[in-house]
């Protein structure tokens, strides 16, 4: 145990303070009336101010500290945390006039040395609030592992801990009841918060999501991107979305605290920008992150317009091979020329435009999708041949017929198609227009339509409108990466292009064919029907 793991990460006083205000934890309210739990208790970041709040209600209503025994809820696995947090309370009770004895046998009450997410207490609460743990899964005391995946169906792929605190603190939440946690914000945007945010939308409203990567908000620094999420136990209402830099302070937290309990739409700082937008994303539907303008004018576009596969494009990657110094070879190369098939590669399109560089894979597929004969191939075969490390995959191992097959079967379909390629990881969205005849490589990703002409599209794909929802919805990789994958390029929304007059689709062919940005937004806020001030640059 000595060595375990606790991911403690202690919070500023005034962000504590700032997410009891936020859900409501205020001595002008009747607190000696409410449980509140914080899930882990730390050195008391959370808990201090918790307990001084409750103190202050309780004077002003004449409510006596050894009536409060049930007003308070804090748990940590580390008895040092428990006993200083034990300690302080007591001392505080003593101020608020309790004798000793009441105040050592309330704070006991109160705190407790346990694991939150494996305690059987029975607690309802009204609030819920803290700063979760930070530990990766792969970091996990193995045993305790086991138990919280068995219990927590948000604990699923490579989960981090905070997404089982969140699951416990919302189901411990009465109808009506707050939670607010600052915590990491990745859950939000990627595969192992799914589950989490179909617990999240399908029981509780979002009322805020203050994102904070670059805030000074830890005692010490922090590599993960902390964001403050609060929720109601309740139907969803409106939500304010903010995004604090590297000069939010306190004083600024105070302001963005008020504008977030207002009925105020939007309030811009030096130090933040905040909107309050009419409804969130249901489902496991991927959390927008970014500039809140941009966030609220993509969700204005969600609610009126289509998706680029509901407009009939499709959308897909290119395909892996498993082996590709055996698969993707130069053109010249002394195989049957019915199997040479032309690939797109990264560097084939890097510049914005296609050229090809003379690579073709080695295609071992039928158009029926079935594997060629070899012995009606003796050039592939022997070239297949010359890599024994084709017949140490797995795939060869078990089907031992078909060693020879790449992992991703290839579309025939889609040789002859014109295509958009984008690169998966680059800064900005490039689009690159393909008249057919190539295959794409599994680092790039396709889009298909026979409903659009595809230059048309390729115009609205460069734009910053399509760059803003990338933006949104893609975990960014450090040094500004963005990943054009699949799953963000579907979350585009497009104008039905029955809709765009031929001159704005015109222009932005031109500007397409030019690969000029500027020409190209312009006309896809036409498009739109947005101005360019809805646009973050």
Known sequence: MGNRNYGEVFTRRWVADAMLDLVGYAADR????????????????????????????????????????????????????VETCISASVAMLVDAGATSEVARQIASRWLRTADYLLDDEDVRADVVLGNPPYIRSDELDPE????????????????????????????????????????????????????????????????????????????????????ITVLTRAGQGSVVIAECNAAFDEGACKRLTRFTLSDATVEHASSFRAHRIARWFS????????????????????????????????????????????????????????RKLPMIMTGDVRDGTFRWGGSVLLNPWLPDGSLVDLNAFPKLAAQYSSHPELRERYVARKQPGAWFKTIDKVNHALIGQPKLVLQDMKAQITPVYEQGGHYPHHNLYWITAETWDLKVLGGLLLSSVAQSFIEA????????????????????????????????????????????????N????????????NVAA
Request: charge should be negative.
């Open 283 to 338: 489902g496991d539907d991927l959390w927008p992150a970014g500039d809140p303008d941009s966030i609220a004018m993509l969700e204005e576009l969600n609610a009126r317009l289509p998706t680029i596969e509901e407009t009939g494009a499709k959308v897909g990657i290119g395909i892996a091979t498993g082996a590709d110094k055996a698969y993707i070879v130069p053109v010249e190369i002394d195989v049957e020329e019915d």
């Open 473 to 520: 919805y893609c975990v960014r990789m450090r040094g500004g990466t963005l990943r054009f994958q699949s799953q963000y390029l579907r979350k585009i929304r497009v104008p039905d292009p029955s809709s765009i007059s031929h001159e704005v689709a015109a222009e932005l062919a031109s500007a397409f064919e030019r690969g000029d940005r500027e020409a190209a």
């Open 30 to 81: 009747d607190l000696t009336k409410l449980v509140a739990v914080e899930p882990s208790v730390g050195s008391g970041a959370f808990w201090l101010p918790m307990v001084e709040r409750l103190l202050l209600a309780a004077d002003r209503r004449g409510v006596a500290a050894a009536n409060l025994g049930d007003a308070l809820r804090g748990y940590d696995l580390q008895q040092e945390h």
């Open 522 to 533: 312009r006309a896809s806020f036409r498009a739109y029907g947005l101005r360019a001030d």
């Open 144 to 227: 305790a592992e086991c138990q919280y995946r068995r219990i927590y169906r948000s604990m699923s792929g490579r989960a981090d801990i905070y997404v089982a605190f969140f699951e416990k603190g919302i189901a411990q939440l009465k109808p009506g009841g707050k939670h607010a946690f600052i915590c990491a914000d990745r859950w939000m945007r990627n595969a192992y918060g799914t589950q989490l945010r179909r617990i999240v939308t399908s029981m509780c409203s979002v009322d805020a999501v203050w994102q904070m990567h670059d805030a000074d908000v830890f005692s010490s620094e922090v590599s993960a991107y902390p964001a």
